[in-house]
């Protein structure tokens, strides 16, 4: 009487029976799929393109644990709602075998930290200052993904571009794309800082790409780079004292000790990017859809102020700046103002000062007295 043998789990997977469920879907395919799928995506248009296992190292997981538990993600609670989905792939997706990590360059032709000295400006963050790249990557990413279904009928996959607990930056290092850095984002070596991250997961079995090593050695450059010091560690960030995190994510007044460290990083903040060493190896992007508006590129700030909710909508239509929303952005171009320096800007912020939003209202303030004292 035969009998049907038992399979055994995948590599890097987390169960301990030996069968597993994981394998169920699994198909392994042709063996030119890997060599396949690179050149369609490289001719979808993605720069990088990896293989790994969907698998999280052990070293991803403790560094997301260790991050986690010292309170470090401040407001940013949907990182600990749903983190062992984080830290095991297949706990997202039971499905996958393999992720596609995805690279898209979008260095930029000029130096993102010109605007810093322009008091007068704001300064956005270079990924901003056009269209929401979600939207490119993922229109980009479903192409990709229509063309695997027609190739390897019957084996599914889902796409993810930030959307969803994925460890992009770990995964990516994983797939060979680049290092995380010690400034905690990814470093390549073709392309710099500059590379907007996707995955695909899928249930085939695919070859993986050689992890990529640490090629920071004793450069600390993007640690020191950093004005309201976030980093304790080099690897380590505290995200309640990146600008990043203050100007994006975080709600309500910001801490004034550090907002005097913000200058006028109104969106975003690129410093410890853009003095990266590898980034002498970067490329010029040319993606239409992420080349720089002139008007965000170093918008005055007397102008933003101003915004009212609906002129702010308009105004970042299709950008990602418009999901903060106008009261947070305001927010951030008032203290800007406070650290401007300059006197032309006291009406502004006057004008401000009983606004109906209160932490507006209480940076119009701040910003006053700044441009008093």
């Not at 009487?1 to 198909?27: D, E, F, I, K, Y």
């Not at 000295?117 to 479903?142: E, P």
């Not at 073709?190 to 993986?208: K, N, R, V, Y």
Request: charged letters at 25%; one cysteine or more; proline letters at 8%.
């Amino acid at each position: 009487m035969s009998s049907t043998p038992r399979a055994r789990p995948p590599p890097g997977c987390g169960c301990r029976r030996r069968t597993c469920r994981h394998t169920v879907g699994a198909a392994r395919p042709p063996e030119d799929a890997g060599a396949a799928i690179r050149a369609e995506a490289l001719r979808l248009g993605f720069d990088a393109v990896g293989f790994a296992r969907a698998h999280l190292a052990p070293e991803a997981r403790e560094r997301l644990a260790r991050f986690l538990a010292e309170g470090m993600h401040g407001d940013m609670g949907w990182m600990a709602a749903r983190a062992d989905q984080r830290a095991h792939p297949q706990a997202l997706w039971p499905e996958a075998v393999s992720v596609i990590a995805l690279g898209l360059n979008y260095g930029p032709a000029t130096d993102p930290l010109e605007s810093l000295a322009w008091r007068d400006r704001g300064t956005i963050s270079v990924y901003a200052r056009n269209r929401d790249y979600h939207d490119i990557v993922k229109k980009r990413l479903k192409a990709l993904g229509q063309w695997m279904a027609q190739r390897f009928k019957g084996q599914p996959l889902k796409v993810f571009v930030d959307t969803a607990p994925v460890m992009e930056k770990p995964l990516a290092q994983q797939a060979g794309l680049g290092w995380q850095g010690k400034h905690t984002n990814l470093v390549s070596r073709s392309h710099g800082s500059w590379l907007f991250l996707g995955e695909i997961f899928t249930s085939l079995d695919l070859a993986p790409d050689p992890a990529e090593r640490d090629h920071c050695g004793t450069c600390r450059a993007c640690l020191d780079a950093c004005p309201t010091d976030a980093f304790p560690a080099a690897y380590r960030l505290d995200a309640r004292r990146c600008i990043s995190y203050l100007t994006i994510e975080h709600r309500g007044p910001i801490d004034p000790a550090l907002r005097p460290l913000m200058g006028n990083r109104i969106y975003g903040c690129d410093d410890c990017l853009a003095v990266c060493p590898w980034n002498k190896f970067a490329r010029v992007h040319t993606e239409p859809g992420l080349l720089p508006r002139a008007e965000l590129t170093a918008p005055r700030l007397a102008e933003l102020a101003l915004l009212d909710d609906a002129g702010f909508r308009a105004k970042f239509s299709g950008s990602p700046i418009k999901r903060i929303g106008r009261d947070r952005f305001v927010r951030n171009v008032l203290i800007a103002i406070g650290n401007a320096g300059d006197a032309a800007l006291r009406p502004v912020a006057q004008a401000l000062c009983e606004d109906a939003d209160p932490t507006v209202a209480e940076s119009a303030r701040w910003a006053m007295e700044r441009l008093d004292a």
